[in-house]
């Protein structure tokens, strides 16, 4: 079986676990909750057979354009993760590995509910993102033996960040004790917003592969509802979005009744976000900002030259160095720092996606 | 009395450099500003800022809205005095803090570890009690030994019928918070020196030129020192793409008149000398240039020569009376796809091509294209070929020149920071305590312990320690 085939299936696994997972939060059957860790290491073996499968067939496409680059070179340059598309399946893969990882140390499998939607959100986006899924040849500004490591590193680091999101958001939810708490709304229009773009996705999705469509579609991102091209859907869209972030703020209370009485503690929510953050922030800071200076510096002369791209990792740097500060130093606890996790990753978000969508920059992933 | 309120004035602005709510602030404070930057393009053309505030503001509003704008400095805003002033504050933040807590933490490292009260012992986070079936000195050997072999050093104290073993593990890692906040101070360092005495300028120089100067900006020169020369620029492209494999260019260091260094830069590998350094960042075409056509032709005999022409110039294949005349020539040629006609797609040389009047003994004279990235295009009759090498002269390498004797801090700083930030947050320091007590023919351990840091991690240590410790006693009763 090729490469694609093992992707389609885990991503399909990662889908049908993330339902799975939110049925638990709902029966609390032990039976539905071992399911949905099974299909999830299941979707996570098939998607680790297709990144394997990837490096190899890339590492025969560059050997073939490069006969003379030798076995190290050549496995470095061959890393699959050097476009949009590649980012986001690795994104997917470390986020699904550290959740495992904690799900076995933490004996809770609660956390599933919160942790999946986001891998499939990145799942979603990359089909109507319009990134290509070919192998393409690596342009001269990736030929670095910086890029295995510097994306390596960031990305892992950027799926720590996931989780903590994911445990932060949870942390919020249970112990947010009415619904007049400033904290409801900020947690409701998170999850609000963050389920509006889930849908939307969905719905371009959807538009996708029933409209036959010659041209190769650049960045279909939410052009079929938000940011449609035709006024009307797309003023019916906004008001359907903010109904449905008002729906969510008006009946989302009845998630905190889901959540209590299972083994997801506010203790251990808070644990889990810390440690993973724990785990993001050094990641984040020798892979992402270190390296990726170091390796600007070798290719351009120039380790900071404030781009968006770097501008927004120092911010994103910024607020976890903040949440570390102020609960350790600074006598946060509790909801304020769950607050700041939850922000720190919106930045994650913005400075992976945002940077590329909205504001330019040189890292174009090859573009 | 004045000396008193002199003291009172530093001890106010110490703590306020101290304190955690400033540097919370100034953490917020720098991730809110840095936002602007990356929305309001920097060091831009002014009307670029101005189309984009129109969006926002309208026509009428967007230049007062931009000239608002540029005088609080968010045109060039990492610069500014007032981020710059946040960035100082920051830094001050940075030191005072580490200086203030800093004897606190080396105290507390340097305090060796005292033997606790059964209660003390008891009130730790971690805490365990059993009773095994076993002497007081077998008990305290067992344990003695599990804990040496976790990797702790043990101390001892004993007293009426009971021993207790402590010990801790880790301690050091408590400093490197300090290493880290140290890094930061080192970048900051090493980018003052860059910008103090190093430059960032760049360099287009055009094929077979050389130059004694950078360019800080198109008006504004930084002597080299020493000549640097461009041989030749060349981009190569993936086979049957125009995807760019490869932007390179030969240059050479001509000091005191003698060359010293030949390299053939690229992108990610470039060229160092005398502390200046030479980036491969772009190419382009020169207006106006007559450039040579460097061909390589052979004979069917075996017969190799490489010319220089130029446009218009003739030449023989020698031995063969085949003769050439260079009539034409395009930077990147294509065949259109409706009309079938040749075209030029595009002004750089993406796929150039050299148009040659042959005219070969007892053949119609007919215009042949060779194209540079296919060769075979260029093959004659009888073995001949005629093989365009490349169109030299008309290229310029744009290159980044750039010396910083500041760089060298930054790396040092990135090592520390990065062993800084492992040791921060991977170690922790452990503390254990383990208390036995004669019990007539048991002995009663009563374990407690606490760590900074990852306490799962911690407690499976001991859990660990306990199993083996309480194994090995269970072997010695069987014995």
Not at chain 1, 36 to 56: D, E, N, P
Not at chain 1, 265 to 272: E, K, N, V
Not at chain 2, 167 to 174: E, I
């Amino acid at each position: 079986m090729s490469s694609p085939v093992f992707f389609d299936i885990s991503a399909g696994a990662y889908i049908a676990a993330m339902i799975i997972y939110i049925a638990y939060l709902v029966v609390k059957n032990k039976t539905v909750g071992i399911v949905a860790t099974a299909i999830t290491v299941f979707g996570f073996f098939s998607q680790s057979t297709a990144f394997l499968i990837r490096w190899i067939n890339s590492f025969y496409f560059w050997t073939a354009s490069h006969p003379t680059s030798g076995i190290i070179e050549s496995t470095l340059r061959a890393a699959p993760l050097r476009n949009l598309y590649e980012s986001l399946i690795f994104f997917v893969w470390s986020l699904i590995l550290i959740h495992l990882i904690i799900e076995f140390k933490y004996k809770t499998r609660s956390l599933g509910a919160f942790v999946t939607p986001i891998a499939a959100a990145a799942l979603l986006f990359i089909d109507v993102s319009g990134t290509s899924k070919e192998i393409q040849p690596l342009i001269p500004a990736l030929q670095s033996n910086w890029l295995l490591f510097h994306v390596l590193l960031s990305f892992l680091g950027y799926a720590a960040f996931g989780v903590s999101f994911g445990a932060a958001a949870a942390y919020i939810v249970v112990t947010t004790e009415s619904r007049n708490e400033k904290t409801y709304i900020f947690w409701s229009i998170i999850i609000g917003v963050f389920l509006t773009v889930l849908i939307g996705m969905g719905i371009d999705y959807v538009s996708l592969s029933t409209t036959q469509r010659a041209e190769l579609i650049q960045n279909y991102f939410l052009k079929a509802t938000l940011r449609s091209s035709s006024g009307g859907i797309a003023a019916i869209s906004w008001i359907g979005s903010i109904a449905f972030v008002f729906i969510i703020w008006r009946f989302g209370y009845g998630l905190k009744k889901v959540l209590t009485g299972l083994s997801l503690t506010p203790d251990i929510l808070d644990d889990i976000t810390y440690k993973s953050i724990a785990m993001g922030f050094p990641l984040f800071t020798i892979g992402g900002l270190i390296m990726g200076a170091i390796w600007a510096n070798s290719a351009w002369g120039k380790y900071w030259t404030w781009d968006p791209k770097e501008t927004w990792s120092l911010i994103t740097w910024f607020v976890y160095a903040l949440y570390l500060h102020a609960r350790f130093v600074g006598g946060w606890r509790g909801k304020r720092v769950a607050i700041l996790a939850v922000i720190g990753f919106v930045a994650v978000i913005f400075t992976y996606l945002g940077v590329n969508l909205v504001l330019s920059g040189l890292h174009a992933y090859g573009s | 009395m004045e000396e008193k309120e002199k003291k009172d004035i530093f001890e106010t602005v110490w703590k306020f450099f101290a304190s955690v709510k400033l540097a919370i602030f100034l953490l917020i404070i720098l991730a809110l500003t840095s936002i602007i930057g990356t929305i309001v393009e920097q060091q831009a053309e002014p009307s670029k800022n101005i189309a984009l505030l129109a969006k926002f503001f309208g026509d009428a509003f967007a230049p007062t809205v931009y000239n608002i704008f540029a005088k609080l400095g968010f045109m060039d805003m990492y610069g500014s005095w007032w981020f710059v002033s946040f960035l100082v504050l920051f830094s001050i933040n940075l030191v005072v803090c580490s200086l203030d807590r800093f004897p606190k933490t080396l105290r507390l490292v340097k305090t060796p570890l005292r033997p606790l009260s059964e209660n003390g012992i008891k009130s730790m986070p971690v805490k365990k009690e059993l009773t095994i079936k076993t002497s007081l000195n077998t008990a305290r050997d067992e344990f003695f030994n599990a804990l040496t072999a976790s990797g702790y050093r043990v101390y001892e104290a004993s007293g009426n019928g009971s021993i207790q073993l402590y010990t801790q593990k880790g301690r050091f890692a408590r400093l490197f918070v300090y290493v880290v906040h140290l890094s930061i101070i080192l970048i900051f360092l090493g980018a003052l020196i860059g910008i103090r005495f190093g430059f960032k300028g760049y360099l287009n120089l055009p094929e077979g030129r050389a130059s004694t100067v950078a360019y800080l900006s198109p008006d504004k020169t930084i002597p080299l020192g020493f000549t640097i020369k461009c041989n030749w620029y060349d981009t190569q492209y993936y086979k049957g793409t125009d995807t760019p494999k490869e932007f390179q260019s030969e240059l050479v260091i001509i000091d005191d008149g003698r060359e010293v260094l030949k390299k053939v830069i690229e992108v990610n590998d470039p060229l160092t000398y005398n502390g200046i350094t030479f980036y491969q960042s772009n190419y382009g075409m020169m207006e106006n240039a007559a450039g040579y056509f460097i061909l390589n032709i052979s004979s069917g005999s075996g017969q190799e020569n490489t010319l220089r022409l130029k446009y218009g110039d003739s030449f023989e294949i020698p031995g063969t009376g085949i003769k050439g005349t260079i009539s034409d020539f395009s930077t990147a040629l294509t065949r259109d796809r409706n009309t079938g006609a040749l075209t030029t797609y595009s002004e750089m040389m993406v796929n150039p091509a050299v148009a040659i009047d042959f005219d070969i003994p007892g053949e119609k004279k007919f215009k042949g294209w060779i194209l540079r990235r296919y060769p075979e295009t260029g093959i004659l009759p009888g073995g001949n070929s005629v093989k365009f090498v490349d169109f030299w002269g008309v290229e310029y390498t744009g290159l980044q020149v750039a010396k910083d004797p500041g760089v060298w801090l930054i790396y040092l700083a990135s090592i520390l920071m990065s062993i800084g930030l492992y040791i921060c947050f991977f170690i922790s320091h452990k503390k254990i305590w383990i208390q036995i007590t004669n019990d007539r023919d048991h002995a009663r351990i009563t374990v407690g312990g606490s760590s900074n840091r990852n306490r799962l991690a911690f407690e499976n240590d001991i859990e660990k320690i306990l199993s083996r410790a309480s194994k090995a006693i269970e072997e010695r009763s069987k014995k």
